[in-house]
């Protein structure tokens, strides 16, 4: 591949990637647009691992193959989400999809002036692309793992921001940093922690990975106390899990193994069973979703106050509500 120029492969590939995503209606926002086109992937993963017939083997920057290093460029713009961190064969860090990340920050709904939390730093892409939109000083990005957050702040400051970094446990919150007019998570949760609404300014939302789906939150003062409550958005969603979280998965399907398989692999009874892992057994999930005629994601919700939490079908006080774990 002798003549290959790597910016110009990169900014073609940058191009194309957001042109798709605006097509695909996954970048309504201009601003986002911007962000997306401006904020160059590549350099958030210099190598990630990719699935073959013989297991997961890592493209880098730096091989010394330039058709590898063409395949890693290429790679790097895919709207698909990339491992980015391995330790003892299991992920515990990627690069979320593309498309799903810009319908997160939609959903988002950011201002200019807003305060951004983000839990779960990663690769710092979806950092940076919040400070191109806010700018750095109104962004903060917190992870537990200190070599995250480390290669975090060296592949923002490469691609010239500079957000607050934060390593510490993403389920608290960054309270010095507080209060937050939105915050987002990047990684699985089995409920909303309380920190996060504490630390929430009247009217903030929450956009965050619950069960294998993505719940939007609005934060409000009530006569009865502080309130965040908020419907599932339609997409599927399965990310790394917070760390030290308990996360239903594989265990919910070995206790549902009773049920019928093409029943188990529908995607929407899958996610009830996700969601009611801690009230429900498999059978009463299943009564549930026949009953209500197979629910979409849009149907459920989340409410979250200072005495506990719980997720809802259709109505947040019932009757099909059941309580969800602390983290």
Do not use: K
Not at 97 to 104: N, V
Not at 278 to 291: F, G, I, N, T, V
Not at 295 to 303: A, E, K, L, N, W
Request: hydrophobic share 40%.
């Amino acid at each position: 591949m002798s003549g290959y120029d790597a910016q110009a492969h990169a900014e073609q590939a940058r191009s194309e990637m957001v042109r798709n995503m605006a097509a695909a209606g996954a970048l309504p926002d201009p601003a986002w647009r911007d962000a997306f086109q401006a904020v160059p992937r590549h350099l958030f993963v210099p190598y990630y691992y990719v699935e073959g017939s013989g297991g997961s083997r890592r493209l880098w920057s730096g091989d010394p193959d330039p058709e590898a290093r063409w395949r890693w460029l290429s790679g790097a713009y895919a709207d698909t989400a990339l491992g980015t961190r391995m330790r003892d064969g299991r992920l515990v860090s990627s690069s979320s999809q593309p498309s799903l990340m810009a319908g997160m920050l939609t959903e988002l709904d950011v201002r200019d002036g807003d305060r951004v939390l983000e839990i779960g730093a990663g690769t710092g892409y979806n950092a940076a692309l919040l400070a191109h939109r806010l700018g750095d000083g109104l962004v903060t990005t917190v992870d537990l793992d200190p070599e995250i957050t480390e290669s975090a702040r060296v592949h923002l400051a490469e691609s010239g921001h500079r957000p607050t970094v934060v390593t510490g446990d993403g389920a608290r919150g960054c309270p010095e940093r507080a209060p937050f007019d939105r915050i987002i998570a990047t990684c699985a949760l089995p409920s909303v922690p309380r920190a996060w609404v504490a630390q929430s300014a009247p009217g903030a939302r929450i956009v965050a990975p619950l069960a294998t789906g993505l719940v939007s939150l609005r934060v409000a003062d009530t006569p009865e106390g502080r309130v965040a409550q908020g419907p599932f958005l339609a997409t599927s969603a399965f990310f790394v899990a917070l760390r030290g979280a308990p996360v239903p998965g594989e265990e919910v399907a070995e206790r549902a193994s009773g049920l019928p398989r093409n029943l188990l692999a529908n995607d929407l009874f899958r996610f009830l069973l996700a969601l009611s892992a801690y009230a429900l057994s498999p059978e009463e999930a299943h009564r549930l979703w026949r009953h209500e005629h197979r629910p979409q994601r849009q149907r459920y919700g989340v409410t979250v106050t200072g005495e506990g939490q719980w997720a809802w079908l259709d109505d947040p006080h019932g009757p099909h509500v059941w309580p969800l774990p602390a983290t």
